[in-house]
């Protein structure tokens, strides 16, 4: 019953902004580090960012940096990814996704709990 979904996906024109959702029912979201994912047609899943459960530490992949930001509302029980200045090469479904435990630091090789996924294409 421990459930993770994802909206805000859409169509966007190059250089647009959307800001994708991550909603948790069934558990708070405190003690959970959080990430987002991103999958390609024809590529592997990876990591884009992700925000400490303990501190808000934030990392991302070298390819967004400067253009998304993740934040968490903790009393929302949501977190979100602000992406701006998109590209094409930024369409992906994309992936939230919780690891449980108290860490100061976030990585991407681990998680327990996985979305459904919302579909983000960048395109003219």
């Known amino acids: 019953q421990l459930q993770l979904v994802e909206s805000g996906g859409g169509l966007v024109q190059p250089g647009g902004s959307l800001r994708l959702s991550c909603a948790a029912s069934g558990f708070t979201l405190d003690y959970y580090n959080i990430g987002w994912f991103r999958q390609a047609p024809g590529k592997e899943r990876e990591g884009v960012s992700c925000?400490?459960?303990?501190?808000?530490?934030?990392n991302y992949v070298d390819s967004v940096k400067g253009r998304f930001t993740i934040s968490r509302d903790n009393a929302k029980k949501a977190v979100y990814l602000q992406m701006n200045s998109l590209k094409p090469e930024d369409t992906a479904i994309y992936y939230c996704?919780?690891?449980?435990?108290?860490?100061?630091?976030?990585?991407?090789?681990?998680?327990?709990?996985w979305g459904q996924g919302t579909q983000v294409t960048v395109s003219s």
């Open positions: 925000i400490s459960s303990y501190g808000d530490s934030t």
């Open positions: 996704a919780a690891l449980h435990g108290m860490f100061s630091q976030c990585r991407f090789n681990e998680y327990d709990y």
